[in-house]
Structures are given as structure tokens and as C-alpha cells.
């Protein structure tokens, strides 16, 4: 496999939420290795946070497992059953379908980084437990909505 150089990875500040909650995601933004190496079955990239930032909006995967790992700085896995600090070297993992929302927040002065590895599933719902919000990707094409299947209202 070939050495791919971090200096030609271009880091991605988009996301995919919806209005309020994109504006959410200021201080995030990520390093696609996993795609600068070109694979399709999994994905690997390094989340950056900015002091004050946060991973994504408190989640769980139906079909998709995902894997963490502090590389740099201190974070505050938030989960339901709470609070946990991280350092270098710690790890999280969520295997798929466990109704355990989770998220990432840097609550420091530092810019923090991990690792993220995570499974691609064409057809998957992702739950965010603290808004009335889900996403159901249909081959490979993801469409938000409220939990319950609704639409979401129309933008202000």
C-alpha cells in the first residue's frame, strides 16, 4: 500500500447537517485519509477540533460500527450514560446498533485530534439522541428527517 503524505490530504469543514445544526460544527473539521488512499468499505480520518469545538451531534449507527482514538490533546466523550475524559492513546468503540448516542467535545483551550474508523453502509440510519432528528442513507444517498420518518420544517 502505498504512503500516503498527510500535506496532500485537504481537510473537509463541510457537513452534511441541516440548518440550525451545521452552524454547530464551526469548530470541527477532518482529514480524509481513508479517502486519499481510496477506500470504499471503510472510512479512516483524523477529526480536529478547535478549543470549544464539537465531533458531530450526539448519534448512534444502526448498521455502522465506529472506532476512535485520542492522537492528540484531551476530549470529553460524551455518551447516555455520561461524561468520560480522554488523552492520547485512549479509544472508544460503537458497534453498530447499540442505542448508545454519543459525541466528542474539546473543552480545552487546545486544539484536540483522533482518529476515526468507521464502516460505510450504503443503506444505514444514523438516531441523534438529543434532537428529533435521524438520517436514513439509501444507497449511499442520506436524507434527514425527523425520528419518527416526517420531514423537517422548511428553513427560516
Known amino acids: 500500500m502505498p504512503k500516503i503524505d498527510p500535506e496532500t490530504v485537504t481537510a473537509r469543514h463541510s457537513t452534511s447537517y441541516p440548518a440550525p445544526y451545521a452552524e454547530m460544527m464551526r ?63 485512549d479509544c472508544a468503540a460503537f458497534p453498530a446498533g447499540v442505542e448508545n448516542g454519543h459525541h466528542v467535545l474539546n473543552r480545552t483551550d487546545q486544539e484536540a485530534r483522533f482518529l476515526v474508523i468507521g464502516s460505510r453502509d450504503a443503506n444505514e440510519v444514523c438516531t441523534y439522541s438529543d434532537h428529533d432528528l435521524k438520517v436514513v442513507e439509501k444507497n449511499g444517498v442520506g436524507v434527514f428527517t425527523r425520528k419518527d420518518g416526517s420531514p423537517l420544517p422548511p428553513e427560516a
Open 27 to 89: 469548530g470541527r473539521h477532518y482529514l480524509p485519509f481513508g479517502d486519499a488512499g481510496g477506500l470504499t468499505q471503510f472510512g479512516a480520518s483524523i477529526t480536529v477540533l478547535d478549543p470549544g469545538g464539537m465531533s458531530s451531534l450526539r448519534h448512534w449507527h444502526s448498521r455502522e460500527d465506529e472506532f476512535m482514538m485520542v492522537t492528540l490533546g484531551e476530549v470529553v466523550l460524551v455518551e447516555d450514560s455520561g461524561e468520560t475524559v480522554l488523552h492520547p492513546g
